[in-house]
């Protein structure tokens, strides 16, 4: 067995030991089908508002750009799924991955436990973790390392598994056993596509990101356009249509980790109580929550833009 295969193998081992729910490695080079894809889709801005995206063209293409002397790219996927739910069927929703503890924090925290695991078992290796925070595009490498594959809503999906899960990288100067990419199980279903409130996919695998529910409960700044009212299903921060009507996430498993976990008070507030919600309320129940992107006044924003 070559130094490749085995260090990919206790990786990957490790990886799982950390609570990943998979590892894949891909060869850390240009991504050449990426380019056109990104270029077109910045060009006709579908990116909103979200000029961030412009920015580092190359970097999002050319991990050797992050990474000096980078050789391998390590994919990594979370489990964030679970079946609790809000309890006031009325009350404004949340999407499932902030529900818990900034996934931030969490993930890096591990990719940080796993490259310490690289050095102390391999050697000298340099290498730096990526979670959702840099240019970097998390989905196409994930699907180049054979996690899954991108579904119609963009998404990545695995199969038996679905697809409510965090993508996190490490980008190290070890050279890797590189992974295959899986075939697209997608097959004629348009069920993402035919759900979507807002009609962000626009044609299959495409996103509209600036008509995207998430855009604009969570990046868009400014005032939500008024012909999106009503049509928000409810939603106040982010949204998880496309996925919760995805037959392959009749697989999703609940996750395991205690820092995901949702505090009492998120599912227990009736539409009322979020109706009303102050500062200090916001505070103590989005402490180290993903929702403070958006902060109170957003928050707040969104909640009276639900109201008929």
């Known amino acids: 067995m070559s130094n490749k295969l085995t260090y990919a193998s206790i990786i990957k081992t490790e990886a799982k030991r950390l609570g990943f729910l998979s590892c894949g490695i891909s060869k850390a080079e240009f991504l050449e089908d990426e380019a056109p894809r990104l270029e077109a889709w910045l060009s006709q801005n579908k990116h909103g508002k979200m000029q961030y995206m412009e920015n580092n063209f190359d970097k999002r293409l050319n991990p050797t750009l992050l990474v000096e002397g980078a050789k391998s790219v390590i994919s990594l996927a979370y489990n964030y799924y679970t079946d609790q739910i809000q309890v006031d069927k009325n009350a404004p929703k949340i999407s499932k991955y902030a529900y818990g503890v900034d996934y931030h924090h969490v993930i890096k925290n ?12 391999i050697g000298d290796v340099s290498g730096r973790a990526f979670v959702d925070s ?103 921060f982010g949204c998880d249509v496309c996925q919760d009507i995805c037959p392959w996430n009749r697989f999703s498993k609940e996750h395991s980790e205690p820092l995901f976990r949702p505090k009492p008070e998120l599912l227990t507030m009736s539409k009322k109580d979020w109706e009303e919600i102050t500062q200090d309320t916001f505070n103590k129940v989005f402490k180290k929550s993903a929702v403070k992107r958006t902060k109170y006044k957003g928050l707040v924003r969104n909640i009276k833009f639900l109201e008929k």
């Open 110 to 121: 591990k990719l940080n436990q796993l490259l310490e695991f690289i050095k102390e078992e």
């Open 134 to 236: 840099a240019p970097i595009l998390e989905k196409a490498w994930a699907k180049k390392s054979g996690l899954g594959w991108l579904g119609k809503n963009s998404n990545l999906i695995t199969q038996k598994v679905g697809s409510f899960y965090f993508i996190s990288e490490l980008i190290v100067d070890l050279d890797l056993e590189a992974d295959y990419a899986v075939t697209d199980h997608c097959g004629s279903c348009t069920a993402c596509i035919d759900a979507c409130p807002t009609q962000a996919i626009t044609e299959p695998y495409k996103v509209d990101g600036s008509k995207c529910i998430s855009y604009f409960t969570i990046e868009l700044k400014d005032n939500i356009p008024s012909d999106m009212k009503d049509k928000f299903d409810n939603w106040m």
